[in-house]
């Protein structure tokens, strides 16, 4: 009886070292606090799915089908339905992996966005549920397709970075602070676009060229834990293009690391913090801890058999 109870409790416990939310063992880069190298479709990405345009006019209706993991590589679709709807997806970590003061990239690689694409690597303030936007704060790493790249004729080329807050001045009213350049050929080709983030201030780079410094002293908005999101929208406000004329596109990620920055730098996995160059992983190799556990529950069993 007693072994039988024992036997049971080691599967629970097994059952728990093995159930938690994912994080990723195979970080390209071993410096990485946490990464995602798109290998595997991995669950601590949640779709927010649905339409009505997304608070910006957009038309795209998001789905969890537009976004797949193919060859190393997370793939969001834009595509015209038969039914003339433009579907698309947009995917979080809210709740599952949030970040604080870190380095963040990833790198993007975007089609031809004539048309109304508009794609972004962003991110949000975890307590976006309680206080809502823009009282959360907004980190705006990367995002094409602006109706000014539109007007410049810069469409594959115009990058914009931005934040955006509940202001001082004018009660709830949106401070942007924006930043923008042009590099040749963004189209076709993977860019790196990063968010460099400390306690006492916020920059943005593409491909290691600086798009703009804020400092966040007294900003309470940028120090707190925030989730990241990476979507590809297709027309609305900041298109300027109320009926897109695209075909489809994607926006395809190969891989989105953070790093410590040397400064307070924290990342949660379910509330906990992570560190992968610290040896922190649960995911792929949930296999290998079922592995490694299968001497140490052959062993206890032994044990409790003798001892009884
Ligand atoms: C902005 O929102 C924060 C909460 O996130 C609040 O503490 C602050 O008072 C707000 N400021 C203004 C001007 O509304
Ligand atoms: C882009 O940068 C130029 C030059 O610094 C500036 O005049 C323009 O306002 C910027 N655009 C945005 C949207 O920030
Ligand atoms: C940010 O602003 C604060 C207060 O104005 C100042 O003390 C601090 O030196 C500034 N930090 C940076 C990095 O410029
Ligand atoms: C943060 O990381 C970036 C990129 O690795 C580096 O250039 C920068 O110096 C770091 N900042 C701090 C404060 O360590
Ligand atoms: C992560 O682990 C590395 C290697 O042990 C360590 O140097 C670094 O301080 C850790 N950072 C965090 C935020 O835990």
Known sequence: MRVRQTAILLAQLLWLLTSQTSGSCVCDDPK??????????????????????????????????????????????????LDENYYSSRIQTKGKVEFLYVRLEASIKVTNLEGGLWPAFWMLGANFGDVGWPFCGEIDIMELGSAEAIAKGQIHELVLAAMHWNATIDGDHVYEYSGNTTTPAMVQEFHTY???????????????????????????QFHKPFFVLLNLAVGGLFTGIAEPTTAGGAMIVDWIRAYDNGSGSRVTVDEQPFNYSNGDCTDSSSGIRL??????????????????
């Open 32 to 81: 990485a606090l946490w990464c995602d190298e798109f290998s595997v479709w991995n669950e601590q990405w949640t779709h927010d799915v649905g339409g009505g345009g997304w608070g910006n006019y957009e038309s795209q209706i998001y789905n969890r089908e537009n976004s797949p993991v193919v060859d190393g590589e997370l793939r969001i679709h834009a595509t015209k339905g």
């Open 194 to 220: 990063g968010l460099d983030w400390t306690p006492e201030k916020i920059t943005m780079d593409v491909d290691g060229k600086e798009l703009f410094t804020r400092n966040i002293t007294g900003l309470d």
């Open 291 to 308: 592995f490694a556990m299968v001497p140490i529950v052959f062993s206890a069993i032994v044990a409790c058999i003798f001892l009884s």
